[in-house]
């Protein structure tokens, strides 16, 4: 998208994931920029190599699976069922990725000749070296990068690789890559804690939201995940109904968790025809919702309805 003012460069936005599309998620991200930016820059917008446009490389089904695995790392039999699902996962969608790689090219441009060592091939290293060719391409000597988390460790490494082609650097959801994985992961459940914490306490604060919320925000929340932990529960009638501004106080609680949808999503629930959280699944292999210690299976039994 070219500056539609007086040029002064162009703003590269590497999206979150890994894994998700740039340019799907384009008009997303514009509608939140103040309006100098598409004036006075180019907005760069990409698929990173195996994603979308660039590869659609995916494996829904056996995300699917993974995500409808029974299990919790609360017990050593219950932390071992998780491992092993999670390994499933990753030998199934690296199988899946090398037969894509080596299959014939489709009419979409999936499939190449590519040798079966081909997710060697698209890392972050490698990723970063796809921009460097394209600001050279553009001809511009730098270029302002904004990252959004793991935008944040692809524009790190960019920088790290290339500091003198860099104007601002914008990190958004930092990842720290100071830290080993495990180290990480634990910090990043930990903020998810604090946020989900910080946003019930300031519905405490605000006279609607604590009316609607019927209680101390913080303990309506516990006693939901307790209850849900027992025994899950449907959040809707029909799979493609989405939520009304008329949500239950419990739902009003569910609505600040981390993988609840964002206000763009419309607050759908997961759908034949739709997209949960970005990624289009079947209709015979729907994920299962998480949510802190609350679960939630697609579709309800009939009893449920």
């Given amino acids: 998208m ?9 703003f590269v936005t590497a999206t979150g994931g890994p894994g998700t599309s740039g340019i799907a998620a384009a008009d997303s991200y514009t509608d939140g920029f103040d309006p100098s930016i598409p004036e006075h820059f180019d907005l760069v917008f990409f698929d990173q190599r195996g994603v979308g446009l ?26 071992t069922a998780l491992l092993d699902a999670a390994q499933t996962l990753a030998r199934n969608c690296a199988e899946q990725f090398n037969h ?20 060697d091939h698209l890392g972050t290293r490698q990723a970063i070296e796809d921009l460097e060719t394209f600001r050279q391409f553009i001809g511009d000597d ?13 524009s790190q490494a960019y920088a790290a690789a290339h500091p003198d082609h860099l104007a601002a650097l914008i990190l958004d959801g930092t990842v720290d890559l ?20 910080m946003t019930l306490e300031a519905c405490n604060a605000d ?9 101390e925000a913080v303990s309506v929340y516990d006693s939901l995940a307790a209850a849900l932990a027992e025994s899950p529960a449907w959040a809707g ?26 206000s763009r999503s419309k607050h759908c629930l997961p759908n034949c025809n739709g997209h949960w959280l970005g990624k289009r699944w079947p209709c015979s292999e729907p994920p299962a919702i998480l ?15």
């Fill in 2 to 10: 070219r500056a539609s003012g007086e040029r002064k460069g162009f």
């Fill in 54 to 79: 660039s590869g659609g490389l995916q494996c829904p089904g056996s995300i699917a699976e993974f995500y409808d695995t029974d299990a919790r790392p609360l017990t050593l039999e219950g932390e």
């Fill in 100 to 119: 894509l790689a080596t299959a014939p090219r489709s009419e979409s441009g999936v499939g190449t000749t590519q040798p079966p060592n081909y997710l």
């Fill in 142 to 154: 730098k270029l302002w990068l904004y990252g959004e988390s793991y935008g944040t460790q692809f």
């Fill in 178 to 197: 100071t830290l080993s994985g495990p180290d990480y992961l634990r910090e990043q459940t930990q903020a998810f804690n604090d946020v989900l914490v």
């Fill in 207 to 215: 006279p609607d939201c604590a009316a609607d919320m019927g209680g």
């Fill in 237 to 262: 009638r029909r799979a493609n109904d989405c939520r009304t501004s008329s949500a239950s106080p419990s739902l009003r609680a569910i609505r600040s968790l981390p993988h609840w949808p964002s």
């Fill in 291 to 305: 949510a802190g210690r609350a679960r939630w299976r697609w579709p309800p039994s009939e009893s449920a309805r």
